[in-house]
């Protein structure tokens, strides 16, 4: 049974929805049955704004008569006219926004239009106070300069200094001398409640400027709480850790599809899909041919956004992205992890919404801030994923004409759960035109049926011009290698046209292919000693694993089974490894590990441990494990950056390195 706070609680949460529901449903009915289209309230509004635009002109037109008949106008008068321009500015603003709330007479499905426009209008409730107070405050002030005006007017009536004012006979002058000593008296009353009504004014806007500064400092607070409950520790850990693209490769994608080009087929046009309205652009390919450098080089590449702005037109973007691992953590390969990673990002930048979109949660903290000085807990909320699924789909109805979103997905085969899953939400939400999503995957059966006639491309049928520039990067420049091209130019030029081929458009193969050729090179390799060693490596990844595996000597086995372990543990931990933190686990004993903390590391020793950690590496691991840097400088305080890099995520080794693990 729940406790007593907790009963309230729930209590006031549901109330809260209930209260929101009912006046979303009488606004909808309200809507509906106006003959305006339009809610009672905002009638008013509009026509009182329509009526403080018209005077607001007419001030103003009077103002230009006077001074076009030659006149200049005084300092009052041109403040007085700037006041005009803003009340017009301010109540033309306010009939905008009011009339987009309308529904139009003759509109299709007039009942769910009505719904819509309710539930903008309760999103839309503090811009439109918001404006209808700036026209009050602009009001306000365009009554002070009318008053401070007559008063001027009244003094200029020095009737009494008038020649001809001694020629009235004694009655007459007498009743003007009375009336002119009331108006002076008018005026110093005038005076005074001006005085007063400014001192008013001015406490008023002091208290209200302290008041609305604390509300927003107590707005940002419930928006981080509730961003922080959403965002995860290993939120940006797979974007991190994929390679960047090699120097002029990807370039193509930006580019006209060649239909005659030798060495690649016709793709769908990515930069018009960008541009142009389009639901699903679906990039696919075999395991290691790039799929994750490439999202990751769109993603980041300022074409992208450029593009985009081109289909968003005079809309706000947003843009976000994700990308599964099913060698991270939990959150990395699953549906929840990728939802709460997409409403991070995206609310992160538009936190209006926040208020909107979890409304409960919102209004629970943001009373509890306003009744204590500080949190000595931070509000958490554990999300489920129905929960999540709504927000989405609230998101999307928020998408329109004003708010324009794209989603880069990238991994769909690493998600852990059903793929039917990850189908639906996608194409649920390319099914609005405000929304756009590009998604990469292996070429699988439930894939290609999902999005197999969206636009798209095969990445390896693409990419052989790419690994050809790699290759003539990374192996050609090598001093070695160039001294047996010079020595056997038309061998050595086969030998790298050979490399590209046998790639078959898998980048990763590649890559670990050139790496073991530069580690024959540094042994003084000869082009027949090459040629043996690529002939040697099988051409498939999970072969090429296994073959990667088996060269490990036997002495150093028992050493890379328990580096691999590690590594795993760590990564179902969710924690990134340094390497010093990887050599202390690899060399301290138990007994070791149990010993109390020491005096810190001088900067030598930790030099020399992470130097000894990454030769081992080298001559355990065979490439399968890599380091970003040589030395793990200050590692009790680094950032997330310095940290091992996996050639392939543990889940995906294949059985060779299983059994390595267990033996």
């Not at 999503?437 to 439930?446: A, G, K, M, N, Q």
């Not at 305080?637 to 060779?656: G, I, K, N, Y």
Request: with cysteine; aromatic share 8%.
């Amino acid at each position: 049974m729940m406790d007593g706070l907790s009963a309230l609680s729930v209590a006031a949460s549901v109330a809260q929805f209930i209260e929101f529901g009912c006046t979303l449903v009488s606004k909808s009915e309200e809507i509906y049955n106006s003959g305006h289209g339009a809610l009672k309230q905002h009638v008013e509004s509009a026509e009182a704004a329509e009526r403080m635009k018209k005077l607001s002109e007419g001030m103003k037109a009077s103002l230009e008569l006077e001074r076009t008949s030659g006149g200049s106008l005084s300092e009052q008068q041109q403040s007085l006219e700037a006041i005009c321009d803003g009340c017009i500015a301010v109540a033309g603003e306010l009939l905008v926004r009011l009339d987009k709330l309308n529904v139009q007479d003759g509109y299709k499905n007039r009942r769910w239009k009505s719904f819509r426009q309710a539930l903008k209008s309760v999103w839309s409730k503090s811009a439109v106070d918001e404006i209808t107070m700036r026209l009050e405050r602009l009001k306000k002030e365009l009554d002070e300069h009318i008053l401070v005006s007559l008063s001027q007017k009244f003094h200029n009536l020095s009737i009494l200094q008038d020649q001809s004012f001694t020629s009235l006979d004694s009655t007459l002058r007498h009743n003007i001398q009375t009336l002119l000593f009331r108006l002076i008296d008018i005026h110093n009353k005038v005076d005074e409640v001006l005085e007063i009504q400014k001192k008013s004014v001015v406490t008023s806007t002091e208290k209200l400027s302290v008041e609305d500064g604390r509300n927003r400092r107590l707005d940002d607070i419930v928006n981080s709480f509730i961003l922080a409950s959403l965002r995860f520790p290993t939120i940006s850990h797979r974007e991190e850790s994929i390679c960047e693209a090699h120097q002029r490769t990807c370039s193509w994608i930006f580019k006209q599809s060649q239909q005659d080009a030798v060495d690649t087929r016709p793709w769908s046009n990515f930069v018009e899909w960008l541009a142009k309205d389009g639901d699903i652009y679906w990039i696919n390919g075999k395991a290691g041919s790039g799929k994750s450098t490439l999202m990751k080089y769109i993603y980041q590449h300022r074409d992208t956004m450029q593009h985009l702005r081109s289909w968003a037109g005079d809309a706000e973007l947003q843009v976000a992205r994700f990308y599964f691992w099913n060698g991270g953590s939990q959150d990395q390969r699953s549906h929840t992890g990728l939802l709460r990673s997409l409403l991070y990002e995206i609310l992160n930048s538009r936190r209006n919404l926040i208020r909107h979109l979890f409304p409960g949660e919102w209004k629970e903290t943001r009373l509890l801030a306003d009744h204590v000085k500080t949190f000595t807990d931070r509000p958490s909320w554990s999300w489920s994923l129905q929960r999540l699924e709504k927000t989405l789909a609230e998101l999307d109805i928020a998408s329109t004409d004003h708010f324009k979103l794209c989603l880069f997905i990238d991994g769909l085969d690493e998600y852990e759960g059903d793929p039917e899953d990850v189908i639906r939400i996608f194409q649920n939400l390319s099914m609005s035109r405000y929304v756009k999503v590009c998604l990469s995957s292996r070429p699988w059966l439930v894939f290609e049926e999902a999005f197999g006639q969206n636009h798209g491309l095969r990445l390896e049928n693409l990419t052989y011009g790419d690994i050809r520039e790699f290759v003539q990067d990374k192996l050609d420049t090598n001093p070695r290698m160039l001294q047996l091209i010079n020595s056997d130019p038309e061998r050595a030029v086969t030998f790298s046209t050979t490399i590209v081929s046998k790639a078959n458009g898998v980048f990763l193969w590649v890559r670990l292919v050139v790496a073991s050729l530069i580690n024959g090179l540094r042994n003084q390799d000869g082009m027949s000693d090459l040629q043996r060693r690529l002939e040697a490596i099988p051409s498939e990844l999970d072969d090429l694993y296994g073959h990667m595996l088996s060269r490990i000597e036997p002495m150093y086995l028992e050493q890379a089974s328990k580096i691999f372990q590690i590594v795993n543990a760590a990564t179902d931990l969710t924690l990134l490894l340094r390497v010093l933190e990887l050599e202390l686990a690899v060399s301290s004993t138990f007994a070791q590990a149990r010993e109390p903390p020491r005096n810190p590391m001088c900067d030598k020793e930790i030099e020399s441990r992470c130097l000894r950690m990454r030769a081992a590496l080298k001559s355990r691991c065979e490439g399968l494990l890599e380091t970003h840097d040589h030395m793990d400088r200050h590692w009790e305080s680094m950032d997330e950056q310095c940290h091992l890099r996996t050639r392939s995520p543990p889940r995906s080794v294949p059985a060779t390195a299983k059994r390595l693990m267990i033996d």
